[in-house]
């Protein structure tokens, strides 16, 4: 009996250490893949970071160069003399992606709480419109659009411009925003109603904290939208001072002979990649919760 049980023994030992590598297991993996994923989705980000240190003929070197014989801020000085200067056109797409976000946030605020809390005639009609603008390109409208903001003395202007990008984004953000107010509970707006709270008051005070991931959501889209847009900016702006940052990349990619000078455009993305990659670390929490409550509810 006493040989039997000491030649269990090390079995039992075998199974019991081999329990704790079955749960690592899966654990090791996922971490793995997620790494792995990481790194693709991170390493254009650094390539791009890279090239623009580069001296302009390694950066356009072919076959490429992979490490840089020494860094450089050359690519970044050219850039800040191109045009009216790097700043200027910074400054362009920083107001029109303030304006963008400022009226994105407040229109669809109101919209996506009227239609989330009020019951009209043609409510749902109406909001199925919204959302039915989303399927009309934008660029089949570009036309249409440079001819109403000529007529409206708005072309060339960058509250014009922050206009058609409000007017883009809005149908979504109207979707986001009824789905955040549909998640709160109607039983908070009664009780502070009964308290003698108005309805401006019950909005901004007890209403706006509770869907501020659905406010941060529609506001992260406007600004990357925005601060991102070429086709529309290249096509409504004419005049070279207005010019946003992507518009002026473009134009700043030529070098000599028609060669694209890829020092300079490498170094004009990663100046138009800080403010997104800055605001998204920041917020991606509220980021993240608002996409889930704007899912919970259609």
Same mark, same amino acid.
């Not at 939208?225 to 847009?229: G, K």
């Given at each position: 009996m006493d040989a039997n049980l000491g030649a269990g023994i090390p079995a039992r030992l075998g199974r019991a250490a081999s329990r704790p590598r079955k749960r690592w297991l899966p654990s090791v993996l996922f971490y793995g893949v997620a790494a792995g994923l990481a790194g693709l989705f991170v390493l254009p980000v650094l390539w791009s970071l890279l090239t623009s240190l580069m001296p302009a003929a +390694? /950066?356009?070197s072919s076959p490429?160069?992979?490490w840089p014989s020494r860094l450089t801020l050359e690519n970044y000085v050219r850039l800040a003399n191109t045009g009216d200067g790097i700043l200027h056109y910074v400054w362009n797409s920083s107001a029109v992606a303030a304006l963008t976000v400022s009226w994105t946030v407040i229109l669809s605020t109101l919209a996506g709480y009227g239609f989330s809390r009020f019951r009209f005639p043609g409510r749902s009609l109406l909001f199925v419109g919204i959302l039915a603008t989303l399927m009309i390109p934008f660029q089949s409208?570009?036309?249409?659009l440079f001819v109403l903001l000529r007529t409206l003395h708005l072309q060339n202007t960058l509250t014009g411009l922050a206009l058609v990008y409000t007017t883009f984004q809005l149908p979504f953000s109207v979707f986001m925003?009824?789905? /955040?107010f549909d998640v709160v509970p109607l039983e908070l707006e009664e009780a502070a109603m009964v308290d003698g709270c108005t309805p401006g008051k019950l909005?901004?005070?007890i209403m706006l904290p509770l869907v501020s991931p659905g406010v941060v959501t529609v506001a992260l889209f406007a600004f990357f939208? %925005?601060?991102? +847009?070429l086709l529309a900016a290249l096509i409504l702006q004419t005049d070279a001072e207005k010019f946003t940052l992507p518009?002026?990349?473009?134009n700043a990619r %030529?070098? %000599?002979?028609g060669s694209i000078n890829w020092g300079v455009m490498q170094a004009g993305i990663s100046v138009g990649m800080l403010p997104c990659a800055v605001l998204f670390l920041l917020l991606q929490r509220y980021y993240i919760s608002g996409l889930i409550a704007g899912a919970v509810k259609s």
């Open positions: +390694e /950066a356009s490429p160069t992979y409208i570009l036309t249409p925003m009824r789905n /955040a909005l901004v005070r939208n %925005s601060w991102n +847009e518009v002026m990349l473009l %030529s070098g %000599s002979l």
